[in-house]
């Protein structure tokens, strides 16, 4: 068994802060195209330092940027 992302919350964070996706991939240090793979989960690599820089942008714990199933 692994935890699988399942859905990404990182828009939630956004609406709730009244952001875009460009502010913090500006914020971050990415392209907006690299975050909309993240968001998307075409891709799931990210670094556990990038995920801490992207929870501290949104006011949240890394554990809120994604819903996560164990399969």
Do not use: F
Not at 26 to 35: E, H, N, P
Not at 41 to 59: D, F, G, M, P, W
């Amino acid at each position: 068994m692994e935890p699988i992302p399942v859905r990404c919350r990182i828009p939630e964070h956004l609406e709730r802060i009244g952001k875009k996706q460009q502010w913090l991939a500006d914020k971050v240090g990415m392209s907006k195209s690299r975050l909309s793979e993240i968001v998307n989960l075409r891709s799931t690599n990210i670094s556990i330092k990038r995920a801490v820089l992207i929870a501290y942008y949104l006011e949240c714990k890394v554990d809120d940027l994604w819903k996560w199933e164990v399969r």
